[in-house]
């Protein structure tokens, strides 16, 4: 574990958020007026603080040693309990959150990267954080005014945490086939009866109490989707409406699942209803429990985007340190055994993978900036027509900015064990560690195969979508030739974006003509041809400001700019021409696993 490990580049997030993204420019808007441009500086400031000297020091003891399961409870580290208050007192449960609910009101384009900051020193430690404000935000959203005073508030204040609770053992991405029953009772609960499972931070003892949201069906409810309603359902309950008392509620963990990363955040087997006597409320109206979710699942998937860019931004820092320090082999013709040794920094290969983990992370930081900017907009902009515009923006892009970062994150993660040769692989470094819990970000919030079905089958077909994304893409290319962006660079991406919305077109004909198989047989393939053209886009806004910066640069700058347009020219010249050879898979249909047998296996 280095101590010279930065986390995230602190000049990076600088040219992130200010130059590229301009963050400042959102106090224009009515919601972001009391802040300015050091606030938002602070809060990052003081995220980046507490994420280097309290969650990084404590990564190697949390995943040595998870949560245990003893008499039916889960009992966390004890760093864990110091670490919880630290996160509290922070603000970040709440940042984005409006002052009516306790909240901070800062942009989500801002406190995202505070996040990043805390995931890439401790994913599981941020999970606790995550979790409660996605159930909290559930509440304040749908829930009614009782559901906000009892259960949100002392979610946002951190008093209490929560989860999501969708998966069944019967019933994973798959949620139309969930059982879990709700029974109404006379005094507005409902009795609540089923088992769910891979339920993160679903018991612990970092906090008095545990809230779940879940999905559960009121008896007599329609088959499907549309007979599925949401649950506040507390591991303990208030004894009653005029006694805050609490009271065990017959939640009960079953069981404890020994996961590969993230691992002092716990995986569990949640039963409801063991003695009948399980209560819950209803949170928002019966059968739209799926569409309220979906606000919960969408911020998810956004925040396992980030962990992605974060892990891989920390390896991928590590990497760069060893690279400087570690000595091996002589340049090329070098014939006189007593010459030193070049730090591996200084072999090609090297800089090729080390650029590569450059391109993924901070191509894929500024598309989850960008997508939490169109977030800020689409929830706060004063125009109607603005907020639409806004939010199918980012519609289109949740699926690129959940699977990008998980599966190109995965492969930086690699590059950076394989950068430490044999000390990668051993546990006495930490890329190993850092591979395994990127590992889950693929699977997380669905896997990279249902992203892939939820661009191309609804997303990209959105009314207005591709047109909206096309147009921001048109015109940062615009930008970036009047910056003096090489013109070859533009070339490949303008017939890389051409490509793409014509291959669309042609898709989504095949589909309306009744093949929906043809259509969606390369739907994965589809996702990577579409992940990689945006984070083009990304990289060419990037190369604009740098080429605009460079000339005037002062010297401790020019490197850092330089940095980028290389990065960009990588991307753009070795990841881009992928587009051509995926738009033939998917327009031809290629059919060599759609015609295998599962018996020829």
């Known amino acids: 574990m280095s101590e010279q490990n930065p986390l995230l580049s602190d000049r990076d997030v600088q040219f992130q958020l200010h130059e590229l993204a301009d963050v400042a420019s959102l106090c224009r808007l009515p919601a972001f007026a009391d802040h300015e441009r050091e606030t938002f500086d602070l809060f990052v400031h003081s995220a980046r603080t507490l994420a280097r000297s309290v969650l990084y020091p404590a990564y190697r003891t949390l995943d040595l040693e998870p949560p245990r399961y003893e008499h039916g409870r889960i009992h966390v580290h004890p760093v864990l309990r110091t670490i919880w208050p630290r996160l509290v007192e922070l603000g970040v449960l709440n940042a984005s959150r409006p002052y009516a609910v306790g909240g901070q009101q800062i942009p989500r384009s801002v406190a995202i990267v505070a996040e990043a900051y805390l995931m890439a020193a401790n994913a599981a430690a941020y999970g606790y954080v995550g979790l409660t404000a996605g159930a909290a935000h559930l509440i304040e959203a749908f829930g009614s005014d009782e559901l906000r005073d009892r259960y949100m508030r002392r979610m946002y204040s951190g008093e209490w945490t929560g989860t999501m609770a969708l998966s069944e053992p019967q019933a994973g991405s798959s949620l139309a086939d969930i059982t879990t029953r709700a029974t109404p009772q006379d005094d507005g609960s409902y009795r609540i009866a089923g088992h769910k499972i891979f339920i993160s931070a679903g018991d612990h003892d970092i906090a008095e109490n545990v809230v779940h949201l879940a999905l559960a069906r009121i008896d007599g409810a329609p088959a499907g989707t549309k007979g599925i309603s949401l649950f506040a359902v507390p591991r303990l309950r208030f004894h009653s409406r005029a006694d805050d008392a609490l009271v065990d509620n017959d939640v009960h963990t079953a069981g404890m699942i020994h996961k590969i990363g993230w691992r002092g955040l716990p995986s569990l087997v949640i039963n409801f209803g063991e003695r009948g006597d399980c209560h819950g409320w209803l949170v928002g109206q019966p059968h739209q429990g799926l569409a309220h ?16 860019i974060a892990t891989a931004a920390v390896a991928y820092h590590e990497a760069v340190h060893y690279a400087r320090e570690r000595r091996q082999g002589r340049a090329p013709g070098a014939r006189d055994p007593r010459q030193a040794q070049l730090p591996i920094v200084e072999h090609p290969d090297v800089r090729r993978m080390l650029l590569r983990q450059k391109a993924i992370v901070e ?35 949740t699926p690129v900015a959940k699977s990008f970062p998980a599966e190109r994150g995965f492969e930086a993660n690699a590059l950076a064990l394989q950068i430490h040769g044999g000390y990668g692989y051993s546990s006495e470094y930490l890329p190993e560690a850092w591979l395994r819990d990127q590992k889950l970000n693929s699977i997380h919030e669905g896997t990279t195969g249902i992203h892939g079905l939820d661009l191309l089958g609804r997303r990209a077909l959105a009314d207005g979508a591709l047109v909206a994304l096309g147009r921001e893409m048109t015109a940062a290319a615009a930008d970036a030739r009047a910056a003096g962006v090489p013109s070859d660079w533009l070339d490949r991406f303008d017939h890389a974006l051409q490509t793409t919305a014509a291959l669309t077109l042609e898709l989504a004909t095949r589909g309306q003509q009744g093949d929906p198989g043809f259509m969606l047989r390369h739907s994965t393939d589809f996702l990577d041809l579409f992940s990689t053209l945006v984070i083009a886009w990304q990289w060419l806004r990037q190369a604009a400001v740098a080429a605009r910066a460079l000339p005037t640069a002062s010297p401790a700058d020019r490197g850092f700019y330089d940095g980028k347009l290389c990065a960009a020219q990588y991307w753009l010249t070795t990841e881009v021409p992928r587009i051509d050879h995926l738009a033939t898979l998917c327009r031809t249909g290629e059919d060599s696993y759609a015609r295998m047998q599962p018996e020829w296996f």
């Open 293 to 308: 979710m979906f606000q919960m699942m969408n911020e998810a998937r956004i925040m396992v985007g980030v962990n992605g």
């Open 363 to 397: 191509g894929g930081l500024s598309l989850i900036i960008q997508a939490a900017g169109f977030h800020d907009r689409a929830e706060h902009h004063p125009d109607p027509d603005v907020r639409q515009g806004n939010q199918r923006l980012l519609d289109v892009l």
